[in-house]
């Protein structure tokens, strides 16, 4: 079966962790552009992407939907029954699914994906459970180098590069 969904953690898979706020109280996020281009080149290839995070965030929901990230579960308390509700509404199983995430709440939706990943800064029990430990950090490309493991393992990596001839 192949991977068509791939489950995104926020803080400290997309982003880095870190969360700043401005004089004025606003939230500041940096995202990484690699892992943006590969997201959005998944979604161009037919396969989809979602969101599950655990807090609110308008800087998420914006990058999100740049990317065509179109499933945006946020302020989470229960991943686990974020992701059933999005297999539902999706109708696919978790056969069908990558996750990356990074802490002890996304413990419930790495166990039953079908591959599981983490960034290299991961918290160690987490890095210890996944599937596939990443080299590069949250923020910093982890997501990217996930979607370039599918690309090999799902033998699409010449339909990705033909997106961009």
Do not use: C
Not at 65 to 84: H, M, P, T
Not at 122 to 145: C, H, M, S
């Amino acid at each position: 079966m192949s991977i068509e969904l791939i489950v995104l953690d926020v803080d400290g898979t997309l982003t880095d962790g870190s969360i700043t706020y401005s004089e004025k109280g606003d939230e500041i996020k940096s995202f990484n552009v690699k892992d943006g281009l590969a997201i959005s080149s998944w979604i161009k290839l037919g396969r989809k992407a979602a969101i599950i995070t655990g807090r609110y965030s308008n800087v998420a929901r914006k990058r999100a939907k740049e990317l065509g990230i179109e499933q945006f579960y946020e302020g989470v308390d229960d991943k686990d029954a974020a992701l059933s509700e999005l297999l539902r509404a999706s109708g696919l199983s978790y056969e069908n699914i990558a996750i990356i995430g990074d802490d002890f709440n996304d413990i419930p939706m790495l166990k039953k994906a079908k591959i599981s990943f983490a960034p290299n800064d991961a918290v160690t029990y987490i890095k210890e459970l996944v599937d596939v430990k990443l080299n590069q950090n949250g923020g910093k490309g982890a997501v990217r180098e996930m979607i370039e493991y599918l690309l090999k393992h799902e033998n699409i990596e010449e339909e990705f590069i033909q997106l961009w001839r």
